[in-house]
């Protein structure tokens, strides 16, 4: 069996280790004579997986010990709904900060449900689409010190933009941090709550991890479906109907190897290694690969570039596919390149990927 | 490796063959260099496995060919208030008819979305909390012509009843198909809206199949989030946002399996066998097991029973459980003793309980 190098945006890459422990005990969990998958989620077998999961996210993000460590449906894109109808009152607004797709999504399900107002936005116009390709300045955000709330999108896969500072807020720090969660240490305590699908950085579809202030929990509406309240999934450790439970053990085994390998101060430096040899050699060729996002806004997530043609980027994709090199076509909305390394992706991946990038724009 | 005989009432047993093409392939799907958890949801490879999981519930359902199957997250808990969110308009009212306790859920979360009445209920209070015990004629249907549909749950696992007959309706008929789905051939033209969780009979936990009439996906309501619109879904194929891929993976490897062992006829006779002998190890003995359930309303996937004392039950579940007899357990609002016998169950486990039963009843 040969792996490839998989830089595929989400579902992403998995740590080999987890996958194979998901493997070795798939058809006979630890003993017990069935499948994780087939345990009750009452049952302590599963009980031990599912709080295991929750204290590594604990320990791993140093979570302060009275937020609410929640394992959520839905994706990320249910939260963009869900948060508002939480924190949104009627009589209320809430501010979005909008840097790319995923920002303009989660802006346009918040006007569904209440009252929303953009902040900020870093978008510019180019034949018919908008384009984002930095993180805006503090000085530039227009917040409403009433406002339920501000949204922001730490880290944005199609554009390959990322935050490397923390806005500061009046009002209460909401960041959707799907593509980015743990890929480096981040002081919790400054944002009221924290989500993110678990499919990037953390483990399979289907999972969202949320970390929520207990306020923001305490707070929540009232008068919206049950199934939806923060507060009740809080009261019952994720467990008030039935969970992903296979999601959640492969979380678990994910983040086993996290702590294996240094936690998140260990993940920054593998993450900075791969993004200094990979931008390296982006700039390194300044004429043939373009990058399109600003320094200082530069993903460690998604590096997206271009090449001098489309011929060229589809013969790139094709070529490298052939390499071992896979998932590299950009998204269907910005075209180009993207390689995505989150934390399971490794840095001999990378290599092989500049290797093959020198190679290929030296035959160009 | 041993495997128990699990009666776990969900997450639940699995087909041995399902599980065994998962392990086989997880680390690399088909040869593709990365597992199918790793597999972007847009690529061609995952791409198959969705639509061959579409085709088989197709195929094995008999779906009329206009009905739209989709696969959604959030559980059958969520549906509770996802169903009314897109089928109830303000003005109108829904009818509930309750069965058991998930019947009383999928009521409370109605009511907060909007009008909801119950047609019919079986509940009866003793000791201060509600047990059900049958499933209503169709002449206690008190149903509201005027409903915007009446709500059925079509198998209860906390009492151990199940409908063998559909109602006449004249408002379009949803049901919660959760525990039951699949277990026999059901004429799906009869039903608006199905939906199940998938952890029972078809799948693991994480994962909602809905099969919907073509009217109720194009009327439902635009006014609440996209991402709860049915109709959002079923333009994308269930592709509007990241599926859970492994979900829907395992969801297909258990439905070929269904598929191998004679489709819904090959469940039904298999689980009318099963039904039959442990309904008939029950009765031989009334004085020792006491089926709460009456006759006509029993389930042939939640099978459940009393002994003569609580002690003699926590007695069954221990000894049951050392002689590889596991998830016999009764509901904790319930008691008693459940077995959950769903499609992958297999005869000779019930042969194996039906044995423990009698050699149990012989030595108390």
Do not use: C
Request: a positive charge.
């Amino acid at each position: 069996m040969s792996r490839v190098h998989n830089f595929n945006a989400g579902p992403a890459s998995l740590p080999l280790s987890a996958l194979e422990l998901a493997r070795d005990e798939l058809v006979d969990f630890e003993g017990t004579g069935m499948s994780i998958l087939e345990h009750s989620h009452r049952g302590k077998d599963y009980d031990r997986v599912h709080n295991e999961a929750i204290g590594l996210v604990r320990e791993l993000m140093g979570v302060p010990s009275d937020y609410h460590v929640l394992f959520l449906q839905g994706g990320a894109s249910q939260q963009f709904a869900v948060v508002p109808m939480n924190l949104l009152p009627p009589g209320k607004s809430a501010d979005y900060v909008l840097t790319g797709g995923w920002s303009e999504k989660a802006y346009a399900e918040a006007q569904l449900v209440g009252r929303a107002r953009v902040a900020a936005t870093t978008g510019i116009e180019e034949n018919g689409s908008t384009l984002y390709r930095r993180i805006p300045k503090q000085g530039e955000l227009q917040l409403d010190p009433e406002a339920a709330y501000v949204h922001m999108t730490s880290n944005n896969t199609l554009f390959g933009t990322q935050w490397h500072w923390l806005p500061e807020t009046k009002a209460p720090l909401v960041a959707d941090m799907s593509s980015d969660i743990m890929w480096k240490p981040v002081d919790v305590s400054k944002f009221a709550l924290i989500y993110a699908g678990a499919q990037k950085n953390i483990g399979p579809s289907g999972l969202v991890l949320l970390i929520a202030r207990p306020d923001v929990v305490a707070n929540g509406r009232r008068d919206i479906p049950k199934i939806f309240r923060y507060a009740t999934h809080a009261k019952e450790n994720s467990l008030y109907n039935t969970p992903p439970t296979f999601s959640i053990y492969l979380v678990r085994n994910v983040l086993r190897w996290v702590k294996e390998h240094g936690g998140l101060a260990g993940m920054e430096k593998r993450n900075r290694d791969k993004g200094a040899l990979l931008y390296g050699a982006i700039d390194e060729k300044p004429d043939f690969f373009r990058a399109p996002v600003e320094k200082e806004s530069r993903s460690f997530m998604n590096v997206v570039f271009r090449l001098p043609s489309v011929e060229l980027e589809e013969r790139f994709v094709a070529e490298a596919k052939k390499a071992g090199l896979v998932g590299l076509k950009g998204h269907r909305s910005t075209g180009g390149i993207r390689a995505s390394t989150y934390n399971a992706v490794g840095l001999e991946s990378v290599q092989a990927l500049v290797s093959f990038m020198r190679e290929f724009a030296r035959k160009a």
